[in-house]
């Protein structure tokens, strides 16, 4: 099956935003599951890198109320590189007075591996109680046993989060997306991941590969903590703004609260993500 990573399916999608408007303050209620509107800064990395204040600021206006973000380290160069001349506690009490919350970010398994004890103490300064991983990095075609040993690696990072009272999660991507004998790499690491320690947070444009979240959710209540929210036309094969394509939202986030979400970030082009906030705000779930 052919794969392609969010990054780069969101960076092809980049050239079908559409502008839409600001909206005022009494607004900005998120209806879905109660819980508040978030968005990955991962689509504004770039201006981020340029003015991180400004960024969020921008993102609070467009509606957002809730930032997922990407580690310094393993994010450096990509945008993300700036952040680190802030301390957790800095960055905490910034985000804090521009008026979102954060209890999110993406880490690289890497930085995990090299130094996963100073990364959660930087995580529990800035206030995170989830840590997310996108990839475990394995190989293009695993065998049962790289799946197995990826698996047992993941379940020692997850446990030491746990002790630290950081809820450890993996996004589906890369290895993730690959296949073991017939069976998906994803489905297989349900079986070996440790559900106490280890969540998922589940890609929603990974539909277009046969990623049904709705399935997901329901087949594995309780497994996830979070998901990324695009929206998907079938029929053009494009992301859209959520509320527009042919996505059933209702059924998805009704399927997500069996799943166990406790938080979503809208991750497209930026124009995209300002035009998914009415819809959101009155999705009545």
Not at 101 to 122: P, V
Not at 176 to 191: A, E, P
Not at 258 to 277: C, D, Q, R, T
């Amino acid at each position: 099956m052919s794969q392609i990573s969010r990054r780069d399916f969101l960076k092809q999608a980049a050239g079908s935003a559409s502008i839409a408007g600001l909206w005022s303050a009494q607004e900005l209620r998120a209806n879905p599951l109660g819980l508040p509107i978030g968005c990955q800064t991962w689509p504004v990395r770039k201006m981020i890198a340029r003015d991180f204040p400004g960024t969020i600021k921008k993102l609070k206006a467009a509606g957002f109320q809730s930032i997922e973000l990407c580690s310094p380290v393993g994010y450096a160069d990509l945008g993300f590189g700036g952040l680190a001349k802030y301390s957790g506690a800095e960055l905490r009490r910034m985000i804090h007075d521009l008026g979102v919350e954060c209890i999110s970010s993406h880490f690289s398994i890497q930085e995990l591996r090299e130094n996963q004890e100073g990364r959660i103490a930087w995580a529990k300064e800035l206030g995170l109680t989830q840590m997310i991983v996108p990839s475990l990095e394995g190989p293009a075609h695993p065998t049962m046993e790289d799946v197995k040993r990826a698996a047992d690696e993941f379940n020692r990072i997850a446990e030491r989060a746990a002790e630290a009272g950081i809820q450890q999660g993996l996004h589906n991507e890369g290895f993730i997306d690959t296949s073991v004998d017939g069976q998906r790499t994803y489905d297989i690491l349900f079986r070996l991941l440790n559900p106490r320690t280890v969540k998922f947070q589940f890609q929603i444009s990974a539909i277009e590969y046969g990623f049904d979240p709705i399935h997901y959710f329901t087949t594995y209540p309780g497994r996830f903590i979070s998901m990324h929210v695009q929206g998907w036309d079938a029929r053009t094969r494009k992301i859209v703004a959520v509320g527009q394509g042919t996505l059933n939202w209702k059924k998805i986030f009704a399927a997500a609260k069996i799943g166990g979400i406790k938080n979503y970030y809208v991750e497209m082009p930026f124009p995209l993500m300002k035009a998914s906030v009415p819809y959101l705000r009155r999705l009545q779930v």
